[in-house]
């Protein structure tokens, strides 16, 4: 799939009349802005990832680019607080270092959270590769918003997503 193609994809004719594209690109802007700094809050999602791990439809709904790039982050994050306590001035001016070592937990609380939720997808993905197969095969081929299916593939990808609904 081409840059044009994928281009044409994220920004639809007319993307900057419509209502819905704002709203869903906010929501998706705010997840990642949420995995990025708090992962913590995301911790439901991680259960419910979790509780559904052998269910591939329920998993593809979970934006696991936003945990990999949370992971990623935090664990930066965690190496410069490590040098900034191992580079700490002299004991008379050690007032921050509170707030350096919780700023440090934060980011090891986020680091983990972010690794379950990348454990399951991968694993989800590595056990049911068909089922994966079938949804990326949708998401790739599949009708954008709500206009019919015009290709032969469009009409294969509704098809294959009534049978991934009923399954």
Not at 10 to 33: K, M, N, Y
Not at 95 to 109: I, P
Not at 147 to 156: D, F, G, I, M, V
């Amino acid at each position: 799939m081409g840059l044009r193609s994928r281009i044409r994809d994220d920004f639809p004719a007319g993307w900057w009349h419509c209502r819905q594209w704002w709203a869903i690109s906010s929501r998706e802007l705010g997840l990642w802005l949420a995995a990025m700094v708090v992962t913590v809050i995301l911790l439901p999602r991680v259960v419910i990832a979790l509780r559904c791990r052998r269910r591939p439809a329920a998993l593809a709904k979970i934006n696991g680019e936003a945990f990999v790039a949370a992971g990623v982050a935090n664990s930066i994050l965690v190496v410069f607080t490590v040098i900034a306590l191992a580079a700490a001035p002299p004991a008379r001016d050690r007032s921050w270092l509170f707030g350096l070592a919780a700023l440090m937990m934060l980011c090891v609380l986020n680091l983990l959270v972010a690794s379950v939720m990348v454990a399951v997808l991968v694993a989800s993905r590595l056990t049911n590769k068909f089922e994966w197969s079938v949804i990326d095969y949708i998401d790739r081929y599949g009708a954008r918003g709500s206009k019919p299916p015009q290709t032969c593939r469009e009409y294969e990808a509704e098809r294959m997503r009534g049978f991934l609904a009923d399954g």
